[in-house]
């Protein structure tokens, strides 16, 4: 009898979102450990991301969410795992903008961002941070554009390298805005911070997660985040479209692709529990700490975010310059 309790008590207590994620089940799936492949360093906002969500998803669908690091390329060596992986479900990849950016970069890539994988939903919105230097005479963006048009080619711009979002989201900016600056890519988030902190660039569309403390610090200025909705994380900072460039919009999302052919009802069920981990108050709180905003959104909704972000990162790499090589 006693025994028979407990197991009842036992019961009582497992997660409510497992047990209805369970019993709707129709395919069994999964029976197994899943993999999630985040194709960047342990530390950045996507391993970040990638590890909060993966941990929330293991608990819904009662199965171990693996997540496996394979940095390089920005982000291309992971997606080569993910695209040649079986499309049975169990290997995932945390997407970023820089999927679609990539083929405007490099012709020989061994995957097509929209052939190549089955699309289940976005997870997160990750702003960039526009900052300056705080002895830029400026202190908005609408300053610095009128700044900027009195020194052509002479203010500069930094990114993390050639071809990655920061890049991209400083030519659209340049474009939208009508002026000339240079651009300086340096090796890494840590290297173009640095530069700006120290003056030798003027502007840097930054990681949110290491240039707020140094803009709440006073070492940086922020004058706008790249979002089309300010931030949760910094909700004091307008949106550059709000700031005086209406439309614009950068957003270095993120979301979770399967391989091309993974069955549909695999991909709907993998859709259902991340809905379910990004409705959690929990998991949006702690996204926002961050510098993320949770998205869930369908697998066709997905896909189609997908093609518009290619086609605007395309005529963006064009306007700039940018060969694939």
């Not at 799936?29 to 941990?55: E, M, N, S």
């Not at 030519?171 to 340096?186: C, D, M, Q, R, S």
Request: hydrophobic letters at 45%.
């Amino acid at each position: 009898m006693k025994r028979k309790w407990m197991i009842s008590l036992l019961c009582g207590v497992m997660s409510i979102p497992a047990v209805v994620f369970a019993a709707e089940s129709g395919t069994g799936f999964p029976t197994k450990p899943l993999r999630l492949v985040v194709g960047f360093a342990p530390g950045g906002a996507p391993d970040i991301i990638g590890r909060l969500v993966g941990q929330r998803l293991s608990e819904v669908i009662r199965q171990p969410v693996i997540v496996d690091n394979r940095p390089g390329a920005t982000g291309n060596i992971g997606a080569e795992i993910v695209a040649r992986a079986p499309a049975n479900g169990y290997t995932l990849f945390l997407a970023t903008v820089s999927l679609v950016i990539a083929p405007n970069f490099n012709a020989a890539l061994p995957f097509d961002p929209e052939r190549s994988f089955a699309p289940v939903s976005r997870v997160a919105a990750v702003p960039l941070l526009v900052v300056v230097h705080p002895s830029l005479p400026v202190r908005s963006i609408t300053e610095f554009i009128r700044y900027a048009k009195t020194k052509p080619g002479v203010l500069n711009y930094a990114s993390v390298g050639a071809g990655s979002p920061q890049h991209l989201s400083g030519e659209l900016f340049k474009a939208t805005a009508g002026i000339n600056l240079l651009h300086v890519p340096y090796k890494g988030g840590g290297p173009a911070t640095a530069a700006v902190l120290s003056g030798e660039t003027q502007l840097f569309f930054a990681g949110m997660p290491p240039a707020l403390p140094h803009a709440r610090a006073g070492r940086l200025r922020a004058l706008a985040v790249s979002t089309a909705r300010r931030s949760p994380s910094a909700p004091e900072v307008p949106t550059v479209s709000e700031a005086g460039l209406p439309g614009f919009e950068a957003d270095n999302w993120h979301g979770i692709l399967a391989p091309r052919g993974t069955p549909a009802p695999l991909i709907a069920e993998l859709n259902r529990g991340i809905v379910a981990v990004l409705s959690q108050a929990d998991t949006r709180k702690q996204l926002i700490s961050s510098g993320a905003e949770g998205v869930s959104s369908s697998p066709e909704a997905f896909e189609k975010f997908i093609l518009a972000e290619s086609k605007k990162w395309a005529g963006v790499a064009r306007q700039a310059g940018a060969r694939a090589n």
